[in-house]
């Protein structure tokens, strides 16, 4: 009867021990995040961080002025969805862009606005939140291809958690462009 105790307990110690391994291999991204425009390279911006003109249809990520935006990522995590919300201020203007996402690798499906699909694909495991998205636009005359774009981000933390890093990858019929966002944890 003592072995039987034993094994049983050995057993349960070896299940605990796996399920804290598997706990603490979900990176946990839930917080308010604040742009590091020090560390990050975006769009529009020379090596030197100064602003260019290499942004999207030639702006830079300022928004025109010569201000930068100031940029909060704001993020909820809950079993398998992870909701981001994006809010940009300058001044006293102020936007937000929500995507929820479904964190377990299947793929979800939408229509856009503008009548095409939009296929996402987010998978979080290791130290690591990695989302796929693909748009596909229907062609805009009679006997033209679809035009796709397709974009890869991949969150990490840093080992005291302070520090969120997401480098994305975006393909166009123009080419390939690469960004690298650095937040860190509000208080």
Same mark, same amino acid.
């Given at each position: 009867?003592?072995?039987?105790?034993?094994?049983?307990? !050995?057993?349960?110690?070896?299940?605990? /021990?796996? &399920?804290?391994t598997a706990?603490?291999?979900?990176?946990?991204?839930?917080?308010?995040? =604040?742009?590091?425009? /020090?560390?990050?390279?975006?769009?529009? $911006? +020379?090596?030197?961080? @100064?602003?260019? @003109?290499? %942004?999207? $249809?030639?702006? !830079?990520?300022? %928004?025109g002025?010569?201000?930068?935006?100031?940029?909060?990522?704001?993020?909820?995590?809950? %079993? #398998?969805?992870?909701?981001?919300?994006?809010?940009?201020a300058?001044?006293?203007?102020e936007r937000?862009?929500?995507?929820?996402?479904? =964190?377990d690798?299947?793929?979800? #499906?939408?229509?856009?606005?503008?009548g095409?699909? /939009?296929?996402?694909? &987010? #998978?979080?495991?290791?130290?690591?939140?990695?989302?796929?998205?693909?748009?596909?636009?229907?062609?805009?005359?009679?006997?033209?291809? &679809?035009?796709?774009?397709?974009?890869?981000?991949?969150?990490?933390?840093?080992?005291?958690? @302070?520090?969120?890093?997401?480098?994305t990858?975006?393909?166009?019929?123009? +080419?390939?462009?690469?960004?690298? #966002?650095?937040?860190?944890? !509000?208080?």
């Open positions: 009867m003592t072995r039987t105790k034993r094994i049983i307990g !050995s057993i349960a110690v070896l299940l605990l /021990a796996v &399920a804290v706990a603490q291999a979900q990176p946990q991204f839930t917080g308010t995040w =604040v742009l590091d425009r /020090a560390q990050s390279q975006l769009p529009g $911006h +020379g090596p030197d961080g @100064r602003e260019g @003109r290499g %942004g999207p $249809h030639g702006k !830079s990520m300022a %928004g002025h010569g201000q930068p935006h100031e940029v909060k990522l704001i993020v909820e995590q809950q %079993g #398998t969805t992870l909701k981001a919300t994006r809010t940009m300058r001044g006293t203007r937000s862009m929500s995507e929820t996402f479904v =964190v690798g299947t793929e979800q #499906t939408e229509t856009t606005r503008r095409g699909t /939009a296929v996402t694909r &987010a #998978t979080l495991g290791g130290d690591r939140l990695v989302i796929n998205k693909t748009h596909t636009m229907p062609a805009k005359e009679q006997g033209q291809p &679809a035009r796709t774009f397709s974009r890869e981000s991949v969150w990490t933390l840093s080992p005291d958690g @302070r520090t969120l890093t997401i480098d990858t975006m393909q166009s019929p123009r +080419g390939d462009r690469t960004m690298k #966002t650095v937040f860190t944890r !509000s208080s």
